[in-house]
């Protein structure tokens, strides 16, 4: 048995597959408020239109892929170029934070459209000293995280819901707490220690109800087997391990435990209901480059202290992406031909830097589908044109107020001629729920995320 098959490493059962629904036709009927326009998208005797699986890839780099496909060592990433489209995605300039770019990608906005502009948000001594006065020192000695209330633009998946479809969100930076979707919603927070939020409502998943599922379906890097780390180091005795050996993959169990667990509650998730849009997003290959890209430099957290140990780790990085393939190809299969895929990063990587500093400007970007040129070259496309593409893919139109367009290298000409003369909506914003908190929200988990930022070279 492949040990690197994400659904069957030791330690991992198989999730069982759980009978489909029965497809229904789909109906759409957008009254987006304000005259701007109704979209009907199937009727009754129509057909449906494909559905959407998007898969984000944080920090995936060509200069890395481009190797491992020549090795034919990534069978769902080579699928995805050679039977669709494929190029660099150009990310904001100049280069910010993933949560920023992420944010841009959701919405096909700018950062200043869509209010997520950090991982925290910036207190004055004022804040503070209210803190202070108040007895919560947390408050008082730390910038509190961006948290989801913020957000001042809609992301696809509300749009979309909006708009009567069904739609499952897992992973997704700056997602907490849950917001009410049309569908399912499990937050970024999800990775990190379920124990410290008691019994308080912890709102990481909406509904509420599925917290349970994720703390099922949950790893924690304790759990993770060193049968399953020689999926990225070569194997060791087992029985001899030093204390050194376990401190230079301490991270590794941690990178990998949170992308196992995105992904095992995504393909539950996904498994159960097929919703007509899906979009699940792995943190593993941005966080296992900032560890592992440069460890023979001295400045490095990792730095290796002999040629044994540089042996022992430097296959870490290509070894992520042979496994977030797996991720992929899992997806791949259980979507089926009639879905139009999307995987992306949201900046590629280079090393040499701390934080923002290791980034590159060009991404990746890889299409296949229904709606989708077959060996297709993407070029000029940026990270605020995944959204429109989403929306021109169900045949909706990008609003005036989105700073992105639809990546028309990679669509099939039937796709931009259906939206013929519907490109002109105002926004998408005007059925946008009023209200709510427009201060930041702290959590139980605050200071772990605060220390794996740290951990990654982000904050000092």
Request: with cysteine.
């Amino acid at each position: 048995m492949d040990p690197i098959r994400p659904h069957t490493a030791p330690g991992d059962p198989l999730i069982q597959r759980p009978r489909r629904r029965a497809r229904h036709l789909l109906r759409l009927v957008a009254g987006v408020a304000l005259g701007l326009g109704v979209w009907t998208c199937a009727g009754a005797g129509e057909k449906p239109r494909p559905k959407v699986l998007l898969i984000g890839v944080d920090a995936g780099e060509w200069d890395v892929l481009g190797p491992l496909l020549d090795q034919k060592r990534v069978p769902a990433f080579a699928k995805l170029r050679d039977t669709g489209a494929s190029g660099k995605l150009r990310s904001l300039e100049p280069l910010t934070k993933s949560p920023v770019i992420w944010a841009s990608i959701a919405t096909g906005k700018v950062p200043k459209k869509h209010g997520v502009s950090d991982f925290f948000v910036k207190q004055g001594e004022r804040e503070r000293s209210a803190a202070r006065a108040r007895g919560d020192s947390a408050a008082a000695e730390s910038d509190p995280m961006v948290t989801s209330n913020l957000w001042r633009a809609r992301p696809i998946w509300d749009i979309l819901g909006s708009l009567g479809k069904k739609v499952g969100v897992v992973g997704w930076w700056t997602t907490w707490p849950a917001q009410p979707v049309n569908g399912s919603l499990i937050t970024d927070y999800v990775q990190y220690d379920l124990a410290d939020w008691g019994a308080r409502d912890t709102r990481r998943t909406y509904p509420a109800s599925l917290d349970s599922l994720v703390a099922a379906l949950r790893r924690t890097p304790e759990s993770v087997s060193w049968a399953e780390l020689f999926q990225f180091v070569p194997a060791i005795d087992t029985t001899k391990v030093t204390e050194r050996q376990k401190s230079l993959v301490q991270q590794l169990r941690w990178i990998y435990a949170a992308d196992m667990t995105f992904y095992r509650v995504a393909m539950h998730l996904y498994r159960a209901s097929h919703p007509e849009f899906f979009t699940v997003y792995f943190r593993g290959v941005d966080e296992v480059s900032h560890v592992y890209w440069d460890i023979d430099l001295p400045n490095n957290s990792q730095f290796v202290s002999s040629d044994a140990e540089y042996d022992w780790l430097k296959r870490i990085v290509p070894n992520y992406y042979v496994f977030t393939d797996r991720l992929i190809g899992d997806f791949l299969r259980e979507a089926g031909p009639k879905t139009n895929v999307i995987v992306c990063s949201d900046h590629g990587f280079q090393g040499g830097g701390k934080g923002v500093g290791a980034h590159k400007v060009d991404g990746i970007v890889l299409m296949m589908g229904p709606d989708v040129m077959r060996d297709a070259n993407i070029s000029g496309a940026t990270v605020l044109d995944i959204t429109p593409t989403v929306l021109a893919l169900y045949g909706l139109p990008t609003a005036l107020d989105m700073d992105g367009r639809p990546i028309e290298d990679a669509l099939m000409p039937g796709v931009m001629k259906r939206l013929g003369h519907e490109k002109h909506l105002a926004t998408y914003e005007t059925a946008r729920p009023k209200g709510g908190s427009e201060e930041p929200l702290r959590s139980p988990v605050d200071e772990e995320l605060r220390e794996r930022l740290r951990s990654l070279g982000y904050i000092q």
